[in-house]
């Protein structure tokens, strides 16, 4: 599993001009799946844990339960893309749609059932992302 974990003040992702998930402070998540659900696990509960909101002294102190942030979860099979040959990449790694679609499903409902709020995207559509930064802080 790969996440790209982007701090946002808001986001929103929309498919054919329509916004079918919006979040504002949390964290816009591009999810990526090639594993299990042992890793799905491990890496929910990093997520929700990563120290990365501002405390009262300016210092990456807080996690986004602390915040009582919200997810942006975007799914994303191209975070697996491998460019070291040629110039057209392969999505080899990537997890077919059969395995990451019920894994990209039990990530979005490990994370609400830690009491987080979750928006999504709609798994395999063409979708249009947008955000806000809080910070430059990506991970």
């Known amino acids: 599993m790969r996440l790209v974990i982007q701090k946002v003040s808001s ?10 998930g919006s979040i504002d402070k949390g964290f816009m998540v591009l999810v990526g799946i090639t594993d299990s659900e042992m890793i799905v696990d491990k890496m929910v509960d990093k997520l929700i844990n990563l120290r990365i909101f501002e405390d009262e002294n300016d210092k990456l102190n807080l996690s986004l339960l602390d ?6 979860s975007i799914s994303q099979f191209t975070l697996y893309a491998n460019c070291k040959k040629g110039r057209r990449p392969s999505f080899i790694e990537a997890a077919k749609p059969d395995i990451s679609k019920p894994l990209y499903e039990y990530f979005n409902q490990q994370l609400k059932e830690k009491g987080v709020m979750v928006e999504t ?19």
């Open 11 to 20: 986001s929103n992702v929309k498919i054919n001009n329509e916004v079918v």
């Open 67 to 72: 915040v009582k942030g919200s997810i942006l």
């Open 121 to 139: 995207g709609v798994f395999g559509a063409m979708m249009e992302v947008s955000l806000v930064n809080d910070g430059p802080v990506t991970i």
